[in-house]
């Protein structure tokens, strides 16, 4: 039997929840930029990879 259920790439809002952050924070660990703790941008590169996020390529 075959699953009905779609893949979906995750969203900012996924991996800001996964790591109990904002969106404006996952954009500035992910991005480099910001004033963030090593210990906060860790944790959301850490809930980056551990839903498979990946940024939309445009273009």
């Known amino acids: 039997m075959r699953s ?3 893949w979906q790439r995750p969203t900012l ?3 800001a929840a996964r790591a109990g ?3 404006a924070t996952v954009s500035n660990a ?5 004033r963030l703790s090593e210990t906060t941008r860790q944790r959301v590169l850490a809930a980056a990879r551990e839903l498979g ?3 939309a ?3």
Do not use: D, M, Q, W
């Open 4 to 6: 009905s259920r779609v």
């Open 13 to 15: 809002g996924a991996v």
């Open 21 to 23: 952050v904002s969106t």
């Open 30 to 34: 992910l991005n480099g930029t910001g």
């Open 53 to 55: 996020y990946a940024p």
């Open 57 to 59: 390529v445009t273009g």
